[in-house]
C-alpha cells in the first residue's frame, strides 16, 4: 500500500477563500443654522453675574479682609484680640484696632483731630498693636481712636464706615439672673448702646451691618471660647 497523500485539492482551498466588505462610515449631514439651540438671554445673564461674582471673590482673597477688633484695658478684650490673631487673620488681612472715648466737654460738637489728641490717649492702641505684630507680622495693623457718646452705636457706624468685614469684641460671662432676664424681657429691652455686663457687645452683634462675633473665654483655666452671634449664642469652640 503507498502513503496516503497530505496534499489538500485545490478546490477546498478556493472554497475557504473569505470575503470581506468594507463599508465606509456614515458622513453626518451638515447642522442647520436653525437647529442649533441657542441659551436664552436670561441664561446668558446668569452666566455673566456669576462670573463677576467669582471675579470679586478673587478680589477680596487678594486684596484681603478688614478685621475689627474692639479694645480696652479689660481682659474679655484681649481675650477677644487673642482669638482674632489665632483664630481668625489671614495673611493678607488687615486688622483695625478701635478704641472709643468720651467727646471733650470743651472741644465742641465737632470731633477732635488726630494732632490735637493727647499722645496718651492712643497708649492702649499702640500697646495692642505692638502684640499683633509681634504675633502675626505678616498681618497689617491700623488704629482708630473714635469719639462717641455711646459705645455701641459709635462701633457700629465705624464697622460701616471703615467697611468693615468681620467686627469682633469681647464679651463678659453672664450671671443666671441676667439670662433669665434675657429670656423673659427679651435681648431688646436690656440691650443698650452703652449699658453694662456686654450691652454693648450684644447690641453691636445684633445691629452690625457686617458679621459680628462676641467672644469669651468658657473658663479661666482654659477650655477653648465661647462665641456669640446673631445667629447663635453661647456656641462652644473648643480650641
Known sequence: MGKPSTRLPSFCLNRIATRVRV??????????????????PSCNGEKKEQEKEKEKEKEVESVGRKVMVVVDWSQEAKTALQWALSHSLQSTDTITLIDIIKPCKNGG???????????????????????CQSKRPEVHVEISLVEGKERGPTIVEEARKQGASLLVMGQKKRSITWRLLLMWVGNNNLVGGGG???????????????????????????????ITTKRHRDFWLLA
Open 23 to 40: 463599508r465606509s462610515p456614515p458622513v453626518d449631514p451638515k447642522p442647520d443654522s436653525t437647529d442649533v439651540e441657542t441659551p436664552p
Open 109 to 131: 460738637e465737632q470731633p477732635r483731630k488726630d494732632g490735637d489728641r493727647d499722645p496718651k490717649e492712643y497708649q492702649l492702641l499702640n500697646a495692642m498693636k505692638s502684640i
Open 196 to 226: 453694662g455686663g456686654g450691652g454693648v457687645a450684644d447690641y453691636c452683634v445684633q445691629n452690625a451691618t457686617c458679621m459680628a462675633l462676641a467672644v469669651r473665654r468658657k473658663s479661666r483655666r482654659g477650655g477653648g471660647y465661647v
